[in-house]
């Protein structure tokens, strides 16, 4: 690689003008249209970050560059006709397809796949793979589609359990950004049981080299955790962690240290003292607050961001439950940060974004209780995540996520995403901490 890159710079050097006026050649295989504008997305964004970082720059317009991909992508793609094309190269257009929106041609060329004669076992499963791949949208008629072509790649042989854990992936992915808890379960625990007969070493230091399986397994039980803390079950989220490790005693360092003990950390919280809920800025707070302390009330404290599609998905049961039990005293409250933007508004300052984040949640989303809005941390190239001290007190990893903290300020439940039973089972729960106690004022009244 390092020679490749020094000859192309010899070229550069030595044949300038001719580099200059000649237009890189079109790709000439659906494979090829994909990767010529994914890296030049690649090296248009670097270039825009780069730019951002000097004086008075500004952020990279992503939605812009990610339009200009797909419009390049769909430029390319008009040279191919499925009715010419046969063989593995078909997967490769429905591929470019589903890149460009265009879902009816990528099911049309997996099927002429799936219906070409002599397909091996493992050529027939690439295909379905593509094919759940196709179907897998938040679309409940299409994700039922999906699942009947994961029945068939299960029917296949054993030897094909790296296949079938891939499908299984897709879904179990798009199930975890959905919040659909006995789906999460299905692929998560068939993930686990295909991933106990594979060897799934991690580089050391880093995921780079990691083996493919390694990380659908891992998300497995960090999923499966997060579905049991939905349901309270604290104990089993422990234990599905503690067994990934005795499970896979080849995950590398970074797997473990980077992917399961955050999450284990998280559960290990339950049972503990809550922190209070601290920012400089506040919305649906009086002037001059700067921290809330949960202890004293029943508190459902939610980590949010406006960005976040699962988050909105949680705010009309999150209102109607204040409405429910505020008069019994409980206690609700949100923690977000700055991000410098709010929908297509980019380059905010700070009283530009809060102005925006009020915009959004109080007009928007009719949220009446406070939230904190944290500065958001600088992140330093090569150095771990950066959090906000609330996320980092919280070990807050996705979001939305959602602690239940009693009136002698224990945390009592933490729930990551939002499955929509948490409509039936938080009111249970909050039901059971608030017992005979009545009244109360809101956080926003008192401090």
């Known amino acids: 690689m390092r020679s490749r890159t020094r000859a192309a710079l010899i070229g550069i050097a030595v044949f300038p003008c001719a580099l200059a006026a ?32 000097e004086p008075g720059g500004k952020a990279p317009d992503l939605q812009a560059l990610l339009t200009e991909r797909t419009r390049r992508e769909r430029t390319c793609a008009a040279q191919f006709h ?28 997996v099927h002429k796949r799936l219906q070409e ?34 029945r068939r790649l299960e029917a296949l042989p054993d030897s094909l359990a790296d296949r079938k854990l891939a499908g299984h992936a897709t879904l179990d992915g798009e199930y975890r950004y959905l919040d659909f808890d006995s789906r999460i379960r299905r692929h998560s625990m068939a993930i686990i049981a295909l991933g106990r007969n594979m060897k799934l070493a991690g580089a050391p230091n880093g995921p780079v080299k990691m083996n493919p399986a390694t990380f659908p ?5 960090t999923d499966m955790a997060e579905v049991y803390g939905d349901f309270g079950e604290t104990d089993s989220a422990l234990a599905i962690l503690d067994q990934a490790s005795r499970d896979h005693p080849e995950f590398s360092s970074y797997v473990v240290d980077n992917l399961l003990k955050p999450e284990r950390a998280r ?11 601290s920012a400089d800025h506040w919305i649906n707070a009086p002037a001059g607050t700067r921290t809330i302390d949960p202890t004293g009330h029943v508190t459902v404290l939610e980590f949010t961001a406006h960005w976040c599609l699962p988050c909105r998905n949680s705010y009309p049961g999150l209102v109607a439950m204040a409405k429910r039990f505020e008069p019994q005293g409980v206690w609700f409250l949100f ?49 771990p995540y950066a959090r906000n001290p609330n996320d980092e007190h ?54």
């Open 22 to 53: 000649q237009a890189p050649a079109q790709p000439t295989t659906p494979d090829g249209c994909r990767n010529a504008a994914s890296q030049w997305f690649t090296q248009q964004y670097r270039a825009a970050q780069a730019a951002a970082s």
């Open 82 to 109: 499925l009715a010419d094309m046969s063989g593995p190269e078909l997967l490769d257009l429905a591929a470019l397809a589903m890149e460009v929106g265009n879902e009816d041609e990528a099911v049309a060329a």
């Open 117 to 150: 004669p002599g397909l091996t076992d493992r050529e027939r499963a690439d295909a379905l793979n593509v094919m759940i791949g196709a179907y897998t949208r938040p679309d409940t008629a299409k994700l039922d589609e999906a699942e009947r072509y994961m």
């Open 217 to 221: 397994v891992v998300t497995a039980y």
């Open 267 to 277: 559960f290990a919280l339950i049972g503990t003292h809550a922190v209070p809920i």
């Open 335 to 383: 923690a977000t940060q700055f991000y410098g933007y709010v929908g297509k508004k980019r380059n905010l300052d700070q009283a530009g974004e809060m102005a925006a984040d009020r915009q959004y949640y109080v007009t928007e989303h009719g949220i009446h209780f406070p939230i904190a809005v944290a500065y958001r941390p600088v992140q330093s190239q090569g150095a």
């Open 394 to 447: 919280y070990h807050v990893g996705g979001i939305p996520q959602v602690v239940v903290i009693d009136r002698n300020g224990v945390i009592r439940r933490i729930v990551t995403g939002w499955d929509f039973g948490n409509v039936q089972r938080l009111p249970v729960l909050l039901a059971s901490l608030v017992g005979d106690h009545r009244g109360g004022s809101s956080p926003s009244s008192r401090r």
